[in-house]
Nanobody, 120 residues
Framework: QVQLVESGGGLVQAGGSLTLSCAAS????????MGWYRQAPGKQRDLVATRSTGGITNYVDSVKGRFTISRDNARNTVFLQMNSLKPEDTAVYYC??????????????WGQGIQVTVSS
């Protein structure tokens, strides 16, 4: 069983920075990619950024140039450095792990979510 623990959210003024962290624990699986999604009030959960174990990154257009995703593969930890934050970045951010079990079955795990609030 995989557990994801997120940290680093909070309240920041527009133009400020925050770094989110997500650590995965458990055994018997292989990590294919880790990433971040976000959900604003009344909206669906959308992709923010992902990074594969091989280093391929993917960002939603609205955060390109402002957010950077990185991973510590040895520790199954993913980070999201968020700079030049805007009020529209306000959302609950969810860590995601896409992996494969020991029986080669794909799965997705989610963290509990962490609030990021950007004031104008």
């Amino acid at each position: 069983q995989v557990q994801l623990v997120e940290s680093g959210g909070g309240l920041v003024q527009a133009g400020g920075s925050l770094t989110l962290s997500c650590a995965a624990s458990g055994s018997g699986f292989r990590v294919n990619a880790m990433g971040w999604y976000r959900q604003a009030p009344g909206k669906q959960r959308d992709l923010v950024a992902t990074r594969s174990t091989g280093g391929i990154t993917n960002y939603v257009d609205s955060v390109k140039g402002r957010f950077t995703i990185s991973r510590d593969n040895a520790r199954n930890t993913v980070f999201l450095q968020m700079n030049s934050l805007k009020p529209e970045d306000t959302a609950v951010y969810y860590c995601n792990l896409a992996g494969t079990t020991a029986w080669n079955l794909p799965f997705n795990s989610w963290g509990q979510g962490i609030q990021v609030t950007v004031s104008s």
